[in-house]
């Protein structure tokens, strides 16, 4: 679990690319490695990837194809910048919000605009997640921990002060970069919550089957 809150911007040092999918070097940049163990999980450009090697300044990641499909590792290059955050701990001051590290699509940043010494962000908002998309909500972009200040029907804004621009990759971006989108946990919780509650209300009211029904035909007091 994470909080997206970036630690440090590393690099990609190599990608080995495999039919069973791809192994990942990466430089950590100003990451603490002291306390890093093999098996710890370290969100790379939001995306919870474990830990097989590392060293003082870099460590190496296995990336399945499932992964490869579905998040922008597909297209990246080595020498690519990535944002970085090691696993929260139990007493990690809980800056942005509960992050997963599991993609939910890659999506597009269609327009960039100055707004005062911040930058507004328009994203596209693919339909099937636009549920989980609310204005004030949180969501994460390619590990970063982000509020949504506004939503149309395809798109949603962020507005990025000057410390978030200088401390991610986000300073990068322009208008046609793809990014990772992780939207918000507990919403996903929620709906699965309320769609399973709702099935559950349908089957028992298309059975026929009610407490009135049993009461009545003294099944209960």
Known sequence: MFTGIIEAVGTIQAINITGQGARLVISSGLLDMSDVKLGDSIATNGICLTVVAFDSSTYSADVSNETLQRTGFVD???????????????????????????????????????????????????????????????????????????????????????????????????AGTKVNLEVDLIARYIERLLTKKDASSAEHHSSGVTHELLARSGFMK
Do not use: C
């Open 76 to 174: 990246y290059q080595t020498g690519q910048s990535v944002n970085l955050e090691k696993a929260m701990l139990p007493t990690t001051r809980f800056g942005g919000h509960m992050v997963s590290g599991h993609v939910d699509a890659v999506v597009a940043i269609t327009s960039i605009e100055h707004n005062g010494n911040s930058l507004e962000y328009w994203l596209e908002m693919p339909s099937a997640l636009a549920p989980y998309i609310a204005e004030k909500g949180s969501i994460t972009i390619d590990g970063t921990s982000l509020t949504v200040n506004s939503v149309t029907d395809d798109k949603f804004r962020l507005t990025i002060v000057p410390h978030t621009n200088a401390q991610t990759i986000i300073a990068q971006y322009k």
